[in-house]
């Protein structure tokens, strides 16, 4: 999704990840850094995503509040 201020253009990245069974350490990494760059991302989790997230400490970081 772009947002445009004046001469700048902005993307803001959301992924559904709702129907994720599995996932490992490298997409979490690739999660991470999309929700910390640029306008950051917004992640909709599957249940097996969001207890994989917790079981790894990265529930907030990758899901909580406004994109990073």
Partial sequence: IADRDENVIRFRIEIDGSR???????MFQLLLSA??????AT??????????????????ELFEGAPA
């Fill in 20 to 26: 994720v069974e599995q996932i490992g350490q490298a």
């Fill in 43 to 60: 992640i909709a989790p599957s249940a097996a995503m969001a207890e994989t997230a917790r079981m790894a400490g990265l529930s907030a």
């Fill in 35 to 40: 929700r910390q760059s640029g306008s950051g």
